[in-house]
């Protein structure tokens, strides 16, 4: 509340995470905002394109968005990606709030401020910098995810365990089945341990000139076999595990 504090918002999601969610959202954005509008983009990779995100902001200047109005992304990495690079773009930059409901975006993407999309080239080779104003992650919302996405996040978990140390790797092996299956408490002390470790990183190098490769582990080959397969066709996670391997 302290941060919309009666503004005008764009929530960008997609289809499944509304369905699912937006009942639950909708009363809070009522009392917090002075309008509110939402914006849903395709699932999966292929909204990460030039085509998703010109229609995403024409969309939104043809509903009279301006720069006192502010972008909420709440969905998974995808979505985050799309309306943080959409709100670092309109008006040159307007305020970003991030509600991530996948356990890689709660984990790692929704924070540190990067977002992007795809092209021919690569993966996430076209985006920019822009910081949210909050992270505000619910491991409750995981609990309607398929056990194939949980597989996914924990791909990203073990990159940050391995650049913690031992007694991180060690605890993760011991707890896979608790997290795999939705326990909170193991849920919320992975997820404090890959946003603060990231959070670390990034501020020392936000702008990914040297030190903040290190987030990037594993990345390398993750990042060329999911433009080789074609995106959307292997897992980011599952791809990630790969690079590591």
């Known amino acids: 509340a302290p941060i919309i504090d009666g503004r005008r918002v764009a929530v960008v999601s997609d289809q499944t995470v509304s369905k699912k969610y937006l009942d639950l959202f909708s009363p809070i954005l009522d009392s917090v905002s002075s309008r509110w509008d939402l914006y849903l983009i395709d699932g999966g990779e292929d909204a990460k394109s030039f085509s998703g995100l010109e229609k995403l902001l024409d969309r939104m200047l043809a509903d009279g ?97 391995l650049l913690r140390g031992d007694r991180e790797f060690t605890w993760l092996e011991n707890n896979f089945s608790k997290i795999m299956f939705f326990d909170n408490s193991a849920l919320v002390e992975v997820i404090n341990m890959g946003c603060e470790t990231k959070a670390g990183i990034v501020i020392e190098d936000e702008l990914d000139r040297g030190r903040r490769a290190l987030v990037n582990l594993g990345h390398t080959f993750a990042h060329a076999i999911e433009t080789h397969a074609g995106f959307g066709e292997f897992q980011h996670g599952l791809s990630v595990e790969l690079g590591l391997i």
């Open 65 to 161: 968005f301006d720069r006192q109005s502010m972008v909420v992304a709440f969905g998974g990495g995808v979505v985050g990606d799309v309306a943080g690079f959409a709100a670092a773009l309109i008006m040159r930059g307007v305020d970003l709030i991030q509600i991530p409901t996948t356990l890689m975006s709660q984990v790692d993407s929704a924070a540190g401020g990067k977002n992007g999309i795809n092209t021919r080239q690569g993966k996430n080779l076209i985006g920019s910098f822009l910081q949210p104003k909050i992270v505000l992650n619910d491991v409750s919302l995981l609990s309607s995810l398929p056990l194939d996405e949980m597989k996914s996040g924990y791909g990203e978990i073990i990159k940050y365990c």
